[in-house]
């Protein structure tokens, strides 16, 4: 006989506190596909209400009545104090990549996590190659040539041949060693879970992380999308600078623990490292007398090295995939490891 269709049970209030474009229309495929789902949109900022202009990450009395409801939640971060706050919360499908915001906030241990990765892996492997490079055909240059109607041939440096080296393959690693090899870079991965005779197939050769430095010294440029953990705290300090090709170029999309910016500094100006680039920083929004900003080659940008356009439909319908096997009791998709951080 053919097995019967699993059961869905009834699912308790959906909370969106995503902060961006959660509205009606986003959400209907949610509602159509559960019927009868209660779903409450409530942004919430927390630690990012820089992020949002006179946003506040303080609960009102209808906003505590309704996390006080939730058993799911989708978000950007969660109160402090969130079994408190959400006694019923189950999961929290957060809507990046990195997690590490929220292991202050008391997870109990019955609350699983989901993470997207994944869904910004193209548009930040894109940002990545593009400012490479734009490094390497000394692009920036050029558009100052322009505004100055300067008529001079100012060569850049051929992509094809150089070596990238990838410290952290999960899927925006990936993706991004994927479009170095289409121009003709070799390219070198870490990952944590490395094993001897491991391979990869986005990358030419595959290493652990107690190869770091071997790696470093081998690689032309280094992108790194590694997690923020205690593990990877400081990961690139004076040594591993010190590790790089001279005249390597360093760029950053993972997250700005990751790095001694101090450390960074002095590599920059000693013209051990031909350039960085860094779309996370240790403090955001850095602050206006950040040392970082005066540190010669260096490009800067505020945390967007993704792409808003697709992000929410891809978003959405990672969640509603798992929202749906939730229902199920399936497993999820993405579920965080919160001793290891992601």
């Excluded at 900022?45 to 939640?73: I, N």
């Excluded at 490094?135 to 100052?144: H, M, P, Q």
Aim: some cysteine; glycine content about 10%; hydrophobic content about 45%.
């Amino acid at each position: 006989m053919p097995e019967s269709p699993t059961e869905e049970r009834r699912v308790g209030t959906v909370v969106v506190a995503y902060p961006w474009n959660a509205d009606d229309a986003m959400l209907e495929p949610l509602r159509t596909q559960l019927p009868g789902l209660d779903v409450v949109v409530a942004p919430y900022y927390g630690k990012f209400a820089h992020h949002g202009p006179g946003v506040s990450d303080t609960l009102s009395d209808d906003e505590r009545a309704m996390w006080a409801k939730a058993e799911v939640t989708i978000a950007l971060d969660v109160p402090k104090g969130i079994a408190e706050v959400a006694p019923n919360l189950r999961w929290i499908q957060a809507i990046g990549a990195g997690i590490d915001h929220l292991l202050d906030a008391d997870l109990p241990a019955e609350i699983t996590v989901t993470n997207a990765a994944g869904v910004a892996a193209a548009p930040i492997a894109e940002f990545a190659i593009g400012r490479l490079l734009a490094v390497w055909k000394r692009f920036g240059e050029l558009d100052e040539q322009q505004r100055n109607r300067d008529w001079k041939p100012m060569f850049g440096r051929l992509a094809e041949g150089q070596t990238l080296g990838v410290i952290g393959l999960g899927a925006i690693g990936s993706a991004v060693a994927v479009r170095a090899r289409a121009l003709g870079m070799p390219t070198i991965g870490t990952r944590r879970s490395y094993q001897p005779g491991d391979t990869h197939p986005a990358v030419d050769e595959l290493k652990g992380a107690g190869d770091l430095h071997d790696v470093l010294g081998r690689c032309d440029a280094v992108v790194v999308s590694a997690p923020g953990t205690a593990d990877t705290e400081n990961l690139f300090d004076a040594a591993a600078f010190a590790a790089m090709k001279p005249g390597a170029i360093f760029c950053n999309v993972g997250r700005g623990s990751l790095v001694d910016e101090g450390a960074l500094i002095a590599a920059l100006e000693s013209g051990h490292l031909g350039a960085a680039i860094l779309d996370v920083a240790r403090n955001e929004p850095m602050p206006a007398d950040d040392p970082l900003w005066d540190a010669p080659n260096i490009y800067i940008s505020p945390h967007c090295s993704t792409s808003q356009d697709r992000y929410n439909d891809k978003l959405l319908d990672l969640f509603a995939d798992n929202l749906a096997r939730y229902s199920r009791g399936d497993d999820l998709r993405n579920v965080v490891d919160l001793t290891a951080g992601y």
